[in-house]
Nanobody
Framework: QVQLVESGGGLVQPGGSLILSCAASGFTFSSSTMSWYRQAPGKERELVAAITSTGGNTNYADSVKGRFTISRDNARNTVYLQMNSLKPEDTAVYYC???????????WGRGTQVTVSS
């Protein structure tokens, strides 16, 4: 079955950096657009970044442009989110998502907590 396992979250000071990873299995990773979402307490889940199957196209939420970078390694079935210049407002649970034009084929990881605080 489809599995997405996030890792790399933690506590970091403002201005710091983290790299999140999402290990995928159970589907043809190299054919799938992948994305990162986040959800802060009391807020709706929001798209952070997405990357097409070959990595040729990416898009980002305005709030993270210039600070976050999404990338993927299709040989390792892994998608990454490099987060720099972190701000307290980046604090959230970050989720990896397998995208699809068919909603029933979406898949989510369980999430990893990122806390930005001094």
């Amino acid at each position: 079955q489809v599995q997405l396992v996030e890792s790399g979250g933690g506590l970091v000071q403002p201005g710091g950096s983290l790299i999140l990873s999402c290990a995928a299995s159970g589907f043809t990773f190299s054919s799938s657009t992948m994305s990162w979402y986040r959800q802060a307490p009391g807020k709706e889940r929001e798209l952070v970044a997405a990357i097409t199957s070959t990595g040729g196209n990416t898009n980002y939420a305005d709030s993270v442009k210039g600070r976050f970078t999404i990338s993927r390694d299709n040989a390792r079935n892994t998608v990454y989110l490099q987060m720099n210049s972190l701000k307290p407002e980046d604090t959230a649970v970050y989720y990896c998502k397998k995208e699809s034009l068919i909603r029933a084929l979406w898949a989510w990881g369980r999430g990893t907590q990122v806390t930005v605080s001094s």
